[in-house]
């Protein structure tokens, strides 16, 4: 008889976008994200971070100020689509665990994908982020808040429990 406590694609494929934050190096927001085509297959992943040759240790992790990271960060869901070296996106879906902003909700609609998987938007009341919905119901993609059955997967790195 097969395992009954596996984890669902959605479970999946949200835990690779959450386990792709964990490489970004801002301080104070990690997000990761992964896009999956229509076979379940991973198209590509990305992190918030700084773009290729702008150096994570020069570059600012301000919030605020006139120099601050949101003029030079590239958010996970860009980078993610940046990253599938040029495959075709079509009807692809992204998982985040943050709403997509107005400037990714472009790059999303541009590529083709047709499906935002998100866990929080608690920026939704944000101009910013008003604005990516709009863009999202005019160009017809689905917006799904994912619930998930698990609240926490725990992965064992250790050999000996492999």
Known sequence: MKRSDYISWDEYFMGLALLSARR????????????????NRIM???YNGMPT????????????GADN??????HAELNAILNSGGRNLEGCRIYTALFPCNNCAKAIIQSGIH???YLS????????????RRMFNAAGVTLRKLELAHDEIVLDLREENV
């Open 53 to 64: 040759g702008c150096s994570d240790d020069e570059f600012p992790w301000e919030r605020d």
């Open 121 to 132: 938007d608690k920026y939704a009341e944000k101009p910013d982020f008003i604005a990516a």
């Open 24 to 39: 970004s190096k801002d301080p104070s927001t990690q997000v990761g994200a992964s896009i999956v085509n229509g076979q």
């Open 115 to 117: 499906e935002v998987c």
């Open 44 to 46: 590509s992943v990305g």
């Open 69 to 74: 990271k949101y003029l030079y960060v590239c």
